[in-house]
C-alpha cells in the first residue's frame, strides 16, 4: 500500500465523524466554555427569502436559545432583491450587506466575498459558514462542524459531508459529492494533491474554520472558492489540519448542468492558479475568460458567452482595517 493511501485510511479513522457522536448538545456547550471558544454562524445569501427564516428559527431556538452553543447568527447578504434580509431580521439575525462591510476594499459580487466580508464583521474565533438553500435544515449543520474544533485543538477546519440523496445497496453507501466534485475536482486532487481526496465532499458549502486559518488564506469571490481553501491550508498546515463530518443528507434545490460548467470553468482557473503559486507548473499561458456553451433553435446554433473571472481577496491579515480591529499590530 502506498503512503499516501496509509495516510488517507489513518485520516479517515481518526478525523472523520459522523453527526451523532455530538448528539449531546449541553455537553459541547461546557466543552466549548471550558476552552474560551466564541463561535460566530455565517450565513451568505443572495435571494433565500423561501428557506432562511426555518434556518435562522432552528439555529437561534436551539443553538442561542436552549442551548448556548453559538455567540451571534449572522446573515450576509450580496444585495437580495427578495425579503431575504428582512425575514431574516425578523426572525434574530443579525444583517448585513455585504457591500457595507469594509466600504474601502469596495463590493465584489459572489459568495466568496461574503465569506471573505464575515471575518472582518463577526466576532467569534471560530466562523461556521452554512448554506440558506438547506430545506431539510437541522441544528446538525453547525454541532456536527464545530464540535471536532472543541474537542480536538489541532483540528483547524470542518468540512461537511453528506449524502444528496444517494443510493443504498445491501448496507453500503456509495457516499461521494455532487456532479462536479466527481467529474472535475476529485479527478484533479487525484492528480495533483491525492491527500486532499480524502475529504468526501469538497465543494460542500457548509465548513467550520478556525479564525488564524481564515485570516491567512486568499479568498476566491466566486466558485473557486472551497477548492481554493483546501489546498492553501493543505500546503501551509497539512492533512491532519481538517476533519470532515457526516451529516446524512441535505435537501436543497438542484442546478442545472449549464450552470455547473460556469462553477467547473470558475473552479479551473483557481484550480489552475493554484499550481502555479506553488510551483508546480512553470508559466501558465494566458488564460480566455469566456465560458462558451451552446444553444440550438432548429437549425440554428447560437454561441452563448458568459464572462468568469475568479478574482480574488487577498489574506484578510493583510488588510489594514482589519489588522486595527483586531490589534495584530500591538494596538488595543
Not at 43 to 57: A, D, F, S, V, Y
Not at 225 to 234: G, K, P
Not at 247 to 261: E, W
Request: with cysteine; hydrophobic share 35%.
Amino acid at each position: 500500500m502506498s503512503s499516501v493511501n496509509k495516510t488517507i485510511e489513518r485520516w479517515l479513522e481518526t478525523n472523520t465523524f459522523h453527526h451523532s457522536e455530538f448528539w449531546d448538545v449541553q455537553q459541547l456547550v461546557e466543552a466549548k466554555e471550558k476552552a474560551g471558544i466564541t463561535i460566530s454562524l455565517c450565513i451568505p445569501t443572495l435571494n433565500e427569502e423561501k428557506t432562511i427564516g426555518k434556518e435562522i428559527i432552528i439555529f437561534k431556538s436551539e443553538l442561542m436559545d436552549r442551548y448556548p452553543l453559538v455567540d451571534e447568527i449572522a446573515v450576509i447578504d450580496s444585495g437580495s432583491s427578495d425579503r431575504t434580509l428582512e425575514v431574516a431580521a425578523s426572525y434574530g439575525a443579525d444583517t448585513y450587506l455585504s457591500a457595507d462591510i469594509l466600504p474601502s476594499q469596495g463590493f465584489k459580487p459572489g459568495k466568496g466575498e461574503n465569506l471573505w466580508k464575515a471575518i472582518y464583521q463577526l466576532k467569534g474565533e471560530v466562523i461556521c459558514y452554512v448554506d440558506a438553500d438547506i430545506r431539510n435544515i437541522h441544528p446538525r449543520f453547525v454541532t456536527g462542524l464545530v464540535a471536532p474544533l472543541i474537542y480536538r485543538p489541532e483540528v483547524h477546519y470542518v468540512k461537511a459531508f453528506y449524502d444528496r440523496p444517494l443510493a443504498f445497496s445491501e448496507g453500503v453507501r456509495p457516499s461521494g459529492g455532487g456532479r462536479v466534485t466527481e467529474i472535475l475536482v476529485r479527478p484533479l486532487f487525484s492528480l495533483f494533491f491525492p491527500e486532499l481526496t480524502a475529504m468526501v465532499q469538497p465543494l460542500s458549502g457548509e465548513y467550520a474554520v478556525r479564525r488564524p486559518v481564515l485570516e491567512e488564506i486568499p479568498f476566491p469571490i466566486g466558485y473557486g472558492v472551497e477548492t481554493s481553501h483546501l489546498i492553501d491550508v493543505y500546503q501551509k498546515r497539512g492533512l491532519s489540519a481538517f476533519a470532515q463530518t457526516d451529516l446524512d443528507s441535505r435537501v436543497h434545490r438542484n442546478q442545472s448542468t449549464r450552470d455547473l460548467g460556469k462553477m467547473a470553468f470558475g473552479i479551473m482557473q483557481s484550480f489552475l492558479n493554484r499550481l502555479q503559486t506553488y510551483g508546480m507548473v512553470d508559466r501558465l499561458p494566458e488564460m480566455e475568460h469566456h465560458f462558451r456553451q451552446f444553444q440550438a433553435e432548429g437549425k440554428n446554433y447560437e454561441q452563448v458567452l458568459k464572462t468568469i473571472i475568479e478574482e480574488e481577496r487577498p489574506p484578510m491579515n493583510t488588510i489594514a482595517e482589519y489588522r486595527a480591529a483586531r490589534g495584530l499590530d500591538g494596538g488595543s
